[in-house]
T-cell receptor, first 115, second 114 residues
Framework: AQKITQTQPGMFVQEKEAVTLDCTYD???????LFWYKQPSSGEMIFLIY??????QNATEGRYSLNFQKARKSANLVISASQLGDSAMYFC????????????FGPGTSLSVIP | EAGVTQSPTHLIKTRGQQATLRCSPI?????VYWYQQALGLGLQFLLW???????NRGNFPPRFSGRQFPNYSSELNVNALELEDSALYLC?????????????FGPGTRLTVT
């Protein structure tokens, strides 16, 4: 069965420092996608970054990068130069690349950026 | 361009009642998705509507239902409310059927069942 694990319920990081949010997954699919969402206190889900299972390069989007280690089934999110506005819940998720409903989300990690 | 909007922002109901949640997609988007986010859990897929038709539903009982109107807005109905239905309900929209990372999310409706 597919499963996403985020073992850090809460994280703190000093402003301007980098932080890594952990995500491990389990799937028997060969083709899948991994992605991260940010959910501020206002509730909306903001898409951050996507990594396809066959992509050879790690995905990067501005200050966000995804450290994809396929053999270890991990897809950690790295946020560089943290900002106060990065304080939010972060969800790791996985989907089959052509399925619109087979989406599994992790329980989330609460990130607090300290001035 | 207006984003996905949801109403109401908060909804308080008692056990056994019915709740109706509404979602207006981004202009031009024809697909609407509903997700439930219970406290401490990630999102769980509820329903997907496209062009007025229900395309798929997640692993939820039949008392969770909905519809999509001709203007592509959508309504989620939860009948016979139970305490564990308390959650944030998120609506997302996309141009046609898209994977979740290509969906645009609304701010959510927080449903509290007492």
């Amino acid at each position: 069965a597919q499963k996403i694990t985020q073992t850090q319920p809460g994280m703190f990081v000093q402003e301007k420092e980098a932080v890594t949010l952990d995500c491990t997954y389990d799937t028997s699919d060969q083709s899948y996608g991994l992605f991260w969402y940010k959910q501020p206190s206002s509730g909306e889900m903001i898409f951050l970054i996507y990594q396809g299972s066959y992509d050879e390069q790690n995905a990067t989007e501005g200050r966000y990068s995804l450290n994809f280690q396929k053999a270890r089934k991990s897809a950690n999110l790295v946020i560089s130069a943290s900002q106060l506005g990065d304080s939010a819940m972060y969800f790791c998720a996985m989907s089959h690349k052509t399925s619109y409903d087979k989406v599994i989300f992790g329980p989330g990690t609460s990130l607090s950026v300290i001035p | 361009e207006a984003g996905v909007t949801q109403s109401p922002t908060h909804l308080i109901k008692t056990r056994g009642q019915q709740a109706t949640l509404r979602c207006s997609p981004i202009s031009g988007h024809t697909s609407v998705y509903w997700y439930q986010q219970a406290l401490g859990l990630g999102l769980q897929f509820l329903l997907w509507y496209d062009e007025g038709e229900e395309r798929n539903r997640g692993n939820f009982p039949p008392r969770f239902s909905g519809r999509q109107f001709p203007n592509y807005s959508s309504e989620l109905n939860v009948n016979a409310l139970e305490l564990e239905d308390s959650a944030l309900y998120l609506c997302a929209s996309s141009v046609g059927a898209r994977s979740v990372y290509e969906q645009y999310f609304g701010p959510g409706t927080r449903l509290t069942v007492t």
